[in-house]
Structures are given as C-alpha cells and as structure tokens.
C-alpha cells in the first residue's frame, strides 16, 4: 500500500511540476497574420504598432521595400513582409496599411503585415524548432513555432531578416533572394565596392527633401512641381547645409516659412525698384505702338505690382492703349488698390512721370488708373477676357496644385496672341525657359524675372 501511495505522490508532484512549466511565461509575442497563417515576433524587437499609408517611394529600392516614412520626424524604411516572403498582396495607395514597428539593435523599420492580432505570452520550453512544414517562408527566416489556445504560430527571425550575415555580405548585391541587408533594399543595383555611407548620405537627402515636399502644401499651400523643381533642389541644400537629422523636416509653418523665405520675386508688395524695372522693360516684346496690349495681371494684391508694372509698359509703348485686368482673391486689397495715395519720395523715377498731386498726397494720374480694372477672381474659375499680349502671373502658380498649374498654363497657351508672354516668378522655371504650345507659331514664351 505504501507503495501505491509513493507512486500517486510522484504523479501529482510531476502534474505539478508540469502545470507551473506550463504557467510560467517567459517569453512574449506580438502575433500578427499574413496570408491567413499567424506570426508572431519578440516583443523585445517591436517599438509600436501604427497605420499608415502613402509612403515616399525610393528609388531603385527593392520590390518589396514600400518606400519610408516619417515617424515623428525619424525617416524609416518601410519593408512589406508579404511581398518579402512572396505572399499575395492586395494593394490600395490610398488605404492604412497595419504596421509593426521594429527596432533591430539601434535601427528602426516598418513592416507592414495584413492584420496585427494581440501580444501573447508564452512558456519557450514550448517552442518548436523550425520545419518547413509550418510556412511558405524560407526556413532560415523563423526562429520556432509555438501552438498556444489552439492556434500554431510562426516566430519571425527578424534579426536574421533585417540583417545581413557576414556570408551575405560578401554576395554580390541586388540578389533579393541572397541579401536581405538593409543596402540591398535600398540600391540593388549598386556595387559591391560602393561606399555605404556616401550611399546613406544620397538616400537620407532624397527622403528628406520628399518629406519637406510633402509637407510644404499642408503648411503654406505651396505645391513642389516641375515649375520650381531647380529652385526646390537649389534651396533644400542651402537648408541642409546648416541642419542634420530631425531639424531637415518642417515641423510647423513658422520653419515652412522659413524655407519659403527667398522664393518670393524681387519687390513683391511694393513698387519695384528702378533696377527690376529695367530688367522687365527689357524682356518685352516688340509691338505696333498704334495697338492696344492686353494684359491679365494675376495675384496683383494691392496693387503696387500692377502700377509697377502700368508704368513700364507705358513707357515702353507711348502710343500703345494698355488695358490691364488685375485680379486678387483678396477682396479687401483690390477694393483699396484704386484708390492709392503716396508720398512722392515713396515713388520709384520711372512711375513719377504718371502720378499727380492729390489731397491725400500723390496719385496715379487717370490715363493710368483708366488703364487698369481691379477685379476680385479667384483664378481656378474661368474668366472671361479678349486674346492677352502678356500674362503676368509672378510666384502664383506655385501655390496652386499641380493639376491645377497644369490646367492654366494650357489655359494660358489658349488666351494668348502669337508671342504672346508669359512673366513667371524669379524661382519658376519652365523646361528651356519656354513652352511650346500646340497651334501657336511663333512660341509663347515664358520669361522668369
């Protein structure tokens, strides 16, 4: 009997030892699907979760790098582990993609997976080796396998993933199947002998500068496009010159301000000083004195651009009839810009031949204030005008969405006479410094000033 007794108590003290192994977690997941199986990884790797879309493409990365993204003004790369593991992907631009943020030793990445389920927390005794058998995934990527609550998952190796081994590096770069090093996802074209941290320098500048162009609309409205592309790449290496890391991005639009700084044309909001007047007097074309020049002056705010610019055009065709439409969406300035007064020291010498001495102080005299019509219009809406010798239209466009400069620069190439010109800001550039539009012969010109 004693015997029987013996036996009974090793059984209950190995069920014991069996249920504390059992209850004991040591060991922490965050589990996640992809393609319909569960995955899990250490939860020691994973910074946050997050969702996200959108994000800036780099170039010649590879096919399953997504692009980067700004994480609280960190630039990470974003790599999608279905098309890593080569899983079916259903992709929509637009839609939040489910991320898992992970730091590998002092690095940070975004993995997007398709559904991010709980963190579970397991006993390690109970891990698995690794079998080909539990995954469509390449062995050497998963760590083990655990059963938990009925559910098998398979733990991510992501040290091995987001790392490469010193075998791997010294495999020719661009194989994806080979290296899974983080230089290989970003230039896989590139050469073994190419300097990494010069190759880090290039990626870091394009990531920002796409950043900075992303968030200059949300800021000021200012659209990066085609039309001040050399001004944007001219400016973001002044701006990095004097800054590193976080202090590259924009964070509010007192610094999108600040970036803007010098895009503005010469004299914008006031009378243009004699040297700039010369330098417009000289672009203008040629025409029959006897006939009238029709001018669209756009954003002429409150007015000091376009007086500027009704002084210039007179004296350079006397006999000419100038009839210029100024048009602001601001309907306080354009109500007041009619009514001007100066003092006569305020005025630059090529305007005072066309003012006179008023109560108030110094006007322009009526042949001058005859010749413009200052009107409210909001320039994304049509307007109704009769063929334009000269569109004058500084620093504008580049607030407009790109579509939208798209839509009135070919809008422009329809108002316009033969020679007709086009006077962009000193920082918008289009291809050649002239566009050729379709049926107009000779070329329409755009002219930066």
């Known amino acids: 009997m004693a015997a029987v007794v013996k036996d009974l108590a090793q059984v209950n003290a190995e069920l014991q030892e069996q249920k504390e192994r059992v209850d004991t977690v040591d060991f922490k997941m965050v589990t996640f699907s992809l393609a319909g199986k569960g995955y899990g990884v250490d939860i020691m790797n994973v910074k946050e979760i997050a969702k996200a879309s959108k994000f800036t493409y780099v170039p010649n990365a590879a096919s399953f790098v997504r692009g980067v993204y700004n ?35 002092d690095k940070v990445y975004g993995t997007i997976v398709d559904n991010i389920d709980k963190v579970l927390g397991i006993n390690s005794e109970y891990i698995q080796p690794p079998h080909p058998i539990f995954g469509d995934i390449n062995i050497k990527f998963i760590s083990g396998v655990v059963e938990k609550q009925g559910s098998l998952y398979i733990i991510l190796d992501v040290l091995r993933i987001f790392t490469q081994s010193e075998e791997d590096k010294k495999k020719p770069r661009g194989s994806v199947a080979e290296s899974t090093g983080t230089g290989a996802y970003f230039t896989p074209s590139a050469p073994a002998d190419q300097d990494a941290a010069s190759e880090r320098k290039v990626l870091v500048a394009d990531t920002a500068i796409g950043f900075i162009k992303e968030s200059l609309p949300a800021l000021l409205k200012f659209s990066p496009s085609r039309l001040n592309e ?20 924009l964070k509010n639009t007192q610094e999108a301000e600040e970036f803007l700084s010098d895009f503005s044309s010469p004299d914008t909001g006031r009378f243009w000083k004699e040297h700039y007047a010369e330098l417009v007097k000289g672009i203008l074309p040629e025409h029959n004195s006897s006939n ?6 756009i954003g002429c705010g409150r007015g000091y651009e376009t007086f500027s610019f009704a002084c210039i055009l007179k004296s350079r065709y006397p006999s000419a009839r100038i009839k210029i439409w100024a048009n602001d969406n601001d309907i306080m300035a354009v109500s007041q810009a009619p ?58 466009l580049s607030f407009l969405p790109e579509p939208e400069q798209d839509k009135m620069i070919q809008g422009f190439s329809e108002m316009l006479k033969p020679r007709g010109l086009v006077i962009l800001g000193k920082n918008e550039v289009m291809t050649g410094g002239s566009w050729l539009f379709a049926g107009k012969d000779p070329v329409s010109a755009f002219t930066s000033v």
């Not at 992907?89 to 637009?94: A, F, H, R």
């Open 339 to 396: 009514n001007m007064s100066f003092e006569f020291e305020e005025l630059p010498d090529y305007c005072r031949p066309f003012v006179s001495r008023g109560r108030s102080g110094y006007g322009f005299t009526q042949e001058i204030k005859d010749s413009i019509v200052f009107e409210y219009h909001d320039i994304l809406h049509d307007n109704s005008l009769p063929e334009l010798d000269i569109i004058l239209v500084r620093d504008v």
């Open 292 to 297: 009238t020049i029709n001018v669209w002056n």
């Open 230 to 249: 050399e001004w944007m790449h001219r400016r973001f290496a002044e701006w990095s010159s004097t800054r590193t890391g976080d202090d590259l991005q």
């Open 71 to 105: 994480l609280r003004g960190d630039i990470i790369p974003v790599i999608d582990l279905r098309m890593f593991f080569h899983m079916p992907v259903e992709k929509n631009k637009d839609a939040l993609e489910n991320m898992l943020i992970l730091r590998i030793d």
